[in-house]
Every structure is written in structure tokens, then in C-alpha cells.
């Protein structure tokens, strides 16, 4: 199987873009590449990377992102892998607007199951798309800044780029 893999650098670090030649399937950062790696395996089995320039304009999308385009990370498609239960917690998580957060208690009632707020945390922690399925947007019961697969300062950086107060 080959997947194709760009960086590129950002504000955060550099990141990693891996497509499967139509979609996006993994973004994650240079320094959890080895964390990325262990999902795409377990995923594809054995997988070569093919480095190539802007796969399906995915770069210039996160790119955009950067600069401030609210939009530039709409219509991307995605195949994100994962159990029937993650697949509806990371798709949720595109419900979540720019700029706004929402505790896990939230996100798992909006997916139907208001008791699996536990359960949503520890999906949200596997999501293989940072930044586009954008678990940064959720937080901690009284906006507590919790958790983030890419580290608290990546995460407290994402929101304040939204202009999401923190307090």
C-alpha cells in the first residue's frame, strides 16, 4: 500500500499530511510522528510513504488555516478508519464552530450517548486528522483546558488562534 506524505511548517511545528491519493487519513505533528505511524499501521498494515507536494491541495488548505481562513478546511474529505463509535465522535467534532468550545459531556450528547462523555475523551484522543477534525475545540468540564494528542501548548495556541478566550 503507498500513501502519500507532505510537511510542512507552521507556527506549531511542523506538520505531517498523509493522503491515501483521494483523501486526507492522518495530520499529525513532526514530533508525533512515531504516534501517527502506530495508527497508520494498524489501519494499513505495511504502507510505503510517497513524498509529493500538496496532495489534493490538503497543504494549502491547512496553510490557509494558518492565516486565517475560517473556511479553507471545509469540503476536505476524509477517511478517518477507526470503529463505528470513533468515526461519530470525530465527525461530530465538525459541528463544533470556529472560535467556540464545548466540554466532552457536550460532545458525547450530541452523538447520542450523554453517559460516554469518558469514552468520547478517549476517541478524541485517537483522532488520526488534528487540526481539520478539530478535537482542540474540546475541554474540560467549566472550559478546563484538558487534553490534546499534540500537547496542552498546541492546543491553548489552536484557540487562541480562533479567539477562543481562555480564562
Excluded at 506538520?15 to 491519493?21: C, F, H, Q, Y
Excluded at 510505503?48 to 490538503?58: A, C, D, H, L, T
Excluded at 487540526?131 to 482542540?136: E, K, R, T, Y
Excluded at 475545540?137 to 492546543?155: I, P, Q
Amino acid at each position: 500500500m503507498k500513501l502519500f506524505i507532505d510537511k510542512i511548517n507552521s507556527e506549531i511545528g511542523t506538520i505531517l499530511i498523509v493522503t491515501d491519493g483521494e483523501k486526507l487519513c492522518a495530520l499529525d505533528f513532526a514530533d508525533y510522528e512515531s504516534r501517527m505511524l502506530k495508527l497508520l499501521q494498524k489501519r494499513y498494515g505495511n504502507f510505503k510513504f510517497e513524498y509529493i507536494k500538496n496532495p489534493q491541495g490538503i497543504s494549502n488548505k491547512i496553510q490557509a488555516y494558518f492565516t486565517g481562513q475560517r473556511t479553507s478546511l471545509n469540503n476536505i474529505t476524509l477517511n478517518t478508519g477507526g470503529t463505528v463509535f470513533q468515526q461519530q465522535v470525530w465527525l461530530a467534532l465538525l459541528t463544533i464552530p470556529w472560535g467556540t468550545t464545548i466540554a466532552y459531556a457536550e460532545l458525547a450528547a450530541r452523538i447520542g450517548k450523554p453517559t460516554a462523555y469518558r469514552a468520547v475523551g478517549m476517541a478524541n484522543s485517537l483522532n488520526p486528522i488534528a487540526i481539520v477534525l478539530p478535537c482542540h475545540r474540546v475541554v474540560g468540564a467549566n472550559a478546563a483546558l484538558t487534553g490534546y494528542a499534540g500537547g496542552l501548548e498546541r492546543k491553548r495556541w489552536l484557540l487562541h488562534h480562533e479567539g477562543v478566550k481562555l480564562i
